[in-house]
């Protein structure tokens, strides 16, 4: 088993009885822009809430519908600078926002799960983000939720893409143990790259103390959380590969969880949005469909004969 390989990105897969191709001519000049678009208005921005600075990126009008975007641990914002055009031109106003103690964002005295989600709640609050769509890769997938349970009424349409789903009891700590290797700090640095590591904490974009408490609490029950979830009013799409170990095989139960939650298994491994990025927003512009503005770059779908 791969285990818990959420610092990594995914893939995505098909989902139902048959695969419906929603490759259009303007999808794919869309999906295939070069990243000095992006660069042009893809710029880092940062507001102030308590003393403490929260970074963000910002692309698209300011009339699109507003969607935000969450990254993984020891990750940020950057991550998702190939697919923010590609949504942009599809009619939304996207907002990728540094979480607490990752990129340029000031980092948290103390970090639990409860902290970042707090930080982030405050930080949509003052960005004036009071209904919007969110889309959250690995841990940022895992606080989607959390936002998405906290305030069911803000959130539209949430994709959770390969995120983290921590056990509801003792008993399934117990068979997460026997199905996969656990979350680790040694094995969180094995799969984020030694190098890439020490690059990012000499540069101060990461805070290593958060590592410890966030893995920690990962592993452990989460009744609460579990609970939470049937709070969630939204439209979700899950996504995640079919050999990203736990995460994969934890994917299926927090599908059956939600109330109005679809899966679709895609690709290969953990990093999904950027290592198949043209399969991603096939399944994503159609999902978030229904929200969108702006319809110059949305996908057709093809139809029989």
Not at 74 to 87: E, K
Not at 251 to 277: D, I, M
Not at 291 to 299: K, N, Q, T
């Amino acid at each position: 088993m791969a285990g818990w390989g959420w610092l990594h990105e995914y893939e995505v897969s098909a989902f139902g009885p048959t695969q419906t191709s929603y490759h259009s001519e303007s999808f794919l000049r869309c999906a295939q822009r070069s990243d000095a678009t992006v660069s042009e208005n893809w710029r880092i921005r940062s507001v102030e809430i308590q003393g403490r600075k929260t970074a963000y990126r910002v692309v698209g009008g300011e009339s699109g519908h507003p969607l935000v975007l969450l990254h993984a641990f020891g990750s940020n914002s950057g991550t998702w600078t190939r697919i923010a055009t590609d949504l942009a031109d599809a009619g939304f106003r996207v907002i990728a926002i540094d979480l607490p103690g990752h990129g340029r964002s000031d980092w948290l005295e103390r970090y639990s799960l409860a902290s970042m989600e707090d930080a982030l709640r405050l930080a949509l609050d003052q960005l004036g983000l009071h209904q919007f769509d969110l889309i959250g890769h690995s841990l940022g997938g895992h606080l989607a939720l959390r936002i998405a349970a906290r305030f069911p009424n803000r959130v539209g349409r949430l994709v959770v893409e390969a995120a983290p789903v921590p056990p509801r009891n003792e008993a399934e700590v117990e068979t997460m143990a026997r199905e996969g290797p656990q979350p680790s700090l040694w094995r969180s640095i094995r799969l984020l790259g030694f190098k890439r590591l020490i690059r990012i904490v000499l540069l101060r974009q990461f805070d290593l103390r958060a590592s410890s408490p966030i893995l920690s609490e990962l592993k452990n029950p989460m009744p609460d959380w579990w609970l939470g979830l049937d709070k969630i009013s939204s439209q979700c799409l899950v996504v995640a590969s079919p050999n990203d170990g736990l995460i994969s095989s934890r994917a299926k139960h927090l599908t059956a969880r939600l109330r109005n939650a679809q899966l679709k298994l895609l690709g290969t491994g953990h990093h999904l949005h950027t290592n198949y990025r043209e399969a991603f927003l096939e399944v994503l512009i159609p999902f978030l469909r229904p929200s969108c503005r702006g319809e110059a770059y949305l996908p057709e779908r093809k139809t029989d004969g």
